[in-house]
């Protein structure tokens, strides 16, 4: 009998210490889980060890020099924690690798991904190993140079501007003074430039490497065409739609856009725009900024919207192409420069409307069109975006066909021209031995034979 009270009474103890203990955890994880939402938002994940990727077995073998940490990482605040990695984080120790800054800085982060990525090649964390880091540079099919250009302008921006032009006068002595720069004369050279601003002060004297960029709107033909280069997507401000129902019917705005209006270059467009489209049923065409929850905004419109305006703002691209592609919205693209990522192996025709400048301004032009695309029509460009938007993705560990890995494909489809130029290059390698000799004439000639 005193057993059995004995026993109804530790009852509601041992109860009542399951559900604090039950309680603790679970607010622990939430806490946890909390802490680790900016870096999902980013798409950095902790990745699993895994092997080395095998350079004989990947797409494209990447030399990669061992830049300071002044160059990439360090921009982040980050030191070397020990010698065995350096310069670089040690990336099977999640807390070794620095998250990028948020807000505006992310959409032009591509330097800070591609740079993860070949690491993980080397260091044994899991990635799709379509691009491989070699340590002879013999071995390679091109040369990376791991400087945070977009990072370093943003981080410098004008209060510090005199930072940005030292990093990259030092990073051009570095490169003068390399083997490799001088075999190749740079034309094997990746350099990331994706900020329009960014590079501004070295890009004239890195004209031969293949830079990486978001468009050519800020750069002479002669130092940066799509011949040569490669265009990056940005990456994307709005959150990913996923499990998006929401289809022809569940979407009441027909045509939506919300930004800065009044834009110089090429951004004159958009007053034009304003005027013939803000009275327009269905259309929303307002002023709007990422201030606030300009975000937020933003992707709750696009996710109402059937058709979403992309028009040239300071430069011919912008990341409200992107915010589109993942919110499902078809974009209609207005911008006569713009150059499009991986437009070699992606017909855009299939999911966006491209609408040529002088076309988009006549009168009724552009809502007649919009308004004349049938839901079926529709309906298959919005099918065909949520099968692209994978594309557009930036994430560690990066994924088979996502951001990263198209821009390395990219790249490795320039290689046979990069080889081409280097081989053109290497026909008068024989008769250098009495360059004073060389009038100027004909070593400009020499120059522009291996553009």
Request: aromatic share 12%; hydrophobic share 40%.
């Amino acid at each position: 009998m005193a057993a059995s009270a004995s026993a109804s009474c530790r009852s509601p103890l041992v109860w009542f210490f399951s559900l604090a203990a039950a309680l603790f955890f679970a607010s622990w994880y939430l806490l946890l889980d909390s802490a680790a939402a900016p870096a999902r938002r980013q798409g950095l994940r902790s990745p699993t060890p895994a092997t080395k990727c095998n350079p004989d077995k990947a797409l494209l073998r990447v030399y990669m020099y061992d830049l300071p940490p002044e160059f990439h990482f360090g921009l982040l605040d980050w030191n070397p924690a020990t010698t065995a990695t350096a310069p670089w984080p040690d990336l099977l120790t999640p807390h070794d690798v620095p998250n990028y800054p948020g807000g505006l800085n992310l959409q032009h982060s591509i330097e800070y991904w591609l740079t993860l990525d070949l690491l993980a090649s080397e260091q044994g964390a899991p990635t799709p190993c379509t691009a491989a880091r070699v340590r002879d540079p013999a071995a390679a099919d091109v040369v990376f140079v791991p400087f945070f250009a977009s990072l370093s302008f943003n981080r410098h921006s004008k209060a510090r501007a005199s930072d940005d032009r030292a990093l990259q006068r030092r990073l051009l002595d570095f490169l003068a003074a390399r083997p490799e720069w001088r075999r190749s004369g740079g034309r094997d050279h990746v350099v990331l430039a994706h900020h329009p601003n960014g590079m501004l002060h070295a890009r004239y004297r890195l004209w031969p490497c293949v830079f990486v960029l978001c468009d050519f709107g800020r750069y002479p033909h002669s130092v940066a065409n799509v011949h040569k280069d490669v265009v990056a997507p940005y990456l994307h401000m709005v959150d990913n739609f996923f499990n998006d129902t929401a289809g022809y019917n569940q979407r009441p705005t027909l045509l939506y856009f919300q930004g800065a209006i009044y834009r110089k270059d090429g951004g004159f467009i958009r007053q034009e725009l304003y005027y013939l489209l803000k009275d327009e049923k269905d259309v929303h065409f307002s002023f709007g900024s990422v201030a606030g929850n300009g975000i937020e905004q933003s992707t709750r419109g696009m996710r109402a919207s059937k058709f979403c305006l992309n028009i040239a703002g300071d430069t011919p691209s912008s990341n409200r192409l992107f915010d589109s592609i993942v919110s499902h919205c078809v974009p209609v693209i207005i911008s006569d420069e713009i150059e499009l990522p991986f437009e070699d192996v992606l017909d855009y025709s299939k999911f966006c409307i491209i609408v040529r400048g002088a076309d988009a301004v006549k009168k009724g032009f552009l809502i007649n069109l919009i308004k004349g695309i049938s839901q079926e029509e529709w309906t298959s460009m919005w099918n065909k975006l949520k099968e692209v938007e994978r594309h557009f993705e930036y994430q560690y560990p990066s994924q088979p066909d996502d951001a990263v890995q198209m821009i390395w494909k990219t790249i490795a489809r320039k290689v046979p021209s990069i080889r081409l130029k280097i081989n053109r290059l290497r026909r008068f390698s024989r008769f250098q031995a009495n360059k004073t000799n060389e009038s100027p004439a004909r070593s400009s000639w020499l120059q522009s034979q291996t553009r």
